[in-house]
Nanobody, 127 residues
Framework: QVQLVESGGGLVQAGGSLRLSCAAS????????MGWFRQAPGKEREFVAA????????YYADSVKGRFTISRDNAKMTVYLQMGSLKTEDTAVYYC????????????????????WGQGTQVTVSS
């Protein structure tokens, strides 16, 4: 089973940028579709972005499209989330997740599509 550890969160002013990283260990990272989700206080966990195992396909929530970019480095077993033009409503705990369904499955955007999760990293955007 793959283990995931997020880093890069912090406090940033609105309009600023952050890059989150998610380092994987165990499992076969290069075969997993990967995703980022977030959960704000009092709200349900929501999809942010996902990337296929090959990095050919990428998907974004409408709320972050054009501002966030997901990428991966299979050699480093790491997936990234570059966040720009941050807004106060982006404040949340951000989670990295691996889609552990059989290889070749279409990239998922639901939390139930992902079987392994990191512990999360806090992103706080101040006005």
């Amino acid at each position: 089973q793959v283990q995931l550890v997020e880093s890069g969160g912090g406090l940033v002013q609105a309009g600023g940028s952050l890059r989150l990283s998610c380092a994987a260990s165990g499992g076969t990272f290069r075969l997993y579709n990967m995703g980022w989700f977030r959960q704000a206080p009092g709200k349900e966990r929501e999809f942010v972005a996902a990337i296929s195992w090959s990095a050919v396909s990428k998907y974004y929530a409408d709320s972050v499209k054009g501002r966030f970019t997901i990428s991966r480095d299979n050699a480093k077993m790491t997936v990234y989330l570059q966040m720009g033009s941050l807004k106060t409503e982006d404040t949340a705990v951000y989670y990295c997740a691996a889609d552990t369904r059989p290889w070749g499955t279409t990239v998922g955007v639901r939390s139930t599509d992902f079987g392994s999760w990191g512990q999360g990293t806090q992103v706080t955007v101040s006005s």
